[in-house]
Nanobody
Framework: QVQLVESGGGLVQAGGSLRLSCAAS????????MGWFRHAPGKEREFVAT???????????HYTDSVKGRFTISRDNAKNTMYLQMNSLKPEDTAVYYC?????????????????WGQGTQVTVSA
């Protein structure tokens, strides 16, 4: 069983940056597709970004349109950790951010396809 723990959330002004981390334990996540989702009050849980495993040809990443060019997802297999660098933050990015993992190495924007979840970290962006 994989345990995921997010960190790095907080309060930031619009235009600022935060870096979220998702540390995995229990087993390696190097061969798993991983993702970030967010859940704002009154809204559905939303796909933010996903990343596949690191191969000789690199990784494959996907982003929801609203964060393209501002957020970057990455992973460090040596640390069994995934990251989300968030730049140019906007008030509409305010949400609880969750990291998630799949048992297979395949992208999916649907949270129901993910097998492992962290407890979430709050990101609040003030205007």
């Amino acid at each position: 069983q994989v345990q995921l723990v997010e960190s790095g959330g907080g309060l930031v002004q619009a235009g600022g940056s935060l870096r979220l981390s998702c540390a995995a334990s229990g087993r390696t996540i190097s061969s798993s597709a991983m993702g970030w989702f967010r859940h704002a009050p009154g809204k559905e849980r939303e796909f933010v970004a996903t990343i596949t495993s690191i191969t000789l040809s690199g990784t494959t990443t996907h982003y929801t349109d609203s964060v393209k060019g501002r957020f970057t997802i990455s992973r460090d297999n040596a640390k069994n950790t995934m990251y989300l660098q968030m730049n140019s933050l906007k008030p509409e990015d305010t949400a609880v951010y969750y990291c998630a993992g799949r048992r297979i190495d395949s992208h999916s924007p649907y949270y129901t396809d993910y097998d492992y979840w962290g407890q979430g970290t709050q990101v609040t962006v003030s205007a």
